[in-house]
């Protein structure tokens, strides 16, 4: 009875608990030795690594190794390599870090349900962008947002050109308050929600509907109103997101 017992509690393992545990490849060894001395601050932003030779020596493995592992670094950001010239470590930037998920947000993005996640992640990242420009805009950038106003406004109707000036016109937003991750995120959402702008622009009231959101924006952020702002933007968005669905035929 008690051994029924302790086969019956007893956990069952899974087929993963049978799979034999990979080890390392040596070029991907060589590229954590060689990240672990970037992230302990050995090598810093626009120092020379060094040369294909001395890390061959350093590690003890052959060139196609050091080359490997050289290509694996340089895909993932944290060096720069040009031709002639010895690798160097690479000054990350906001763009470059955002770019970096483009792969993965495409994948997510083919489920509806994240296609919702991230209109909802636009909608707070642009509304509060739209807050601080409206607290911080200046002359000048207030001449410019207006100068992409007009530039959407010329091209009503058009809907290559008017997309390209919608584009336009968020960026200058998100320029606004001179915060380059503003502006990565802004582009790298840009891209991901592309599909959402071409559907919305084929309901024949969308280039209205979008440029009167537009000169509410401007208004309330030449005005310096960062509530007024906000709740414009969040006003548009939200029409945004509803036309999109309702064009691509799925429930809200």
């Not at 991907?28 to 050995?42: F, K, L, P």
């Not at 100068?147 to 959407?152: G, H, I, T, V």
């Amino acid at each position: 009875m008690a051994s029924a017992r302790a086969t019956e509690i007893a956990p069952v393992e899974s087929r993963a608990d049978h799979a034999p545990i990979r080890t390392r490849r040596l070029h991907e060894e060589v590229a954590a030795r060689i990240e672990a001395t970037i992230n302990a601050g050995a090598l810093g932003p626009g120092d020379s690594l060094p040369s294909e030779r001395e890390l061959m020596g350093r590690y003890g493995v052959g060139r196609p190794a050091v080359r490997e592992a050289l290509l694996s670094l340089q895909q993932r950001g944290l060096i720069e390599r040009r031709n002639g010239e010895r690798a160097r470590v690479a000054s990350p930037s906001a763009a470059d870090v955002v770019s970096q998920m483009t792969l993965p947000v495409r994948r997510m993005l083919a489920r509806p349900e994240n296609v919702r996640h991230f209109q909802e992640a636009r909608w707070l990242f642009e509304t509060g962008v739209t807050r601080q420009a409206a607290l911080r805009a200046t002359p000048e950038q207030i001449a410019t947002l207006e100068a992409a106003l007009e530039a959407n406004r010329a091209v009503l109707g058009d809907p290559v050109e008017f997309a390209r000036t919608d584009v336009l016109f968020h960026l200058r937003l998100a320029e606004i308050p001179n915060n380059p991750i503003f502006t990565a995120l802004h582009e790298a959402l840009v891209g991901w929600l592309t599909e959402q702008r071409r559907v919305t622009l084929t309901s024949p009231k969308a280039f209205q509907v979008a440029f009167a959101a537009h000169e509410r924006i401007f208004r309330a952020v030449a005005a310096h109103e960062p509530d007024e702002a906000a709740q414009a933007m969040a006003d548009h968005l939200t029409e945004v997101a509803g036309l999109y669905w309702n064009k691509a035929g799925r429930k809200r």
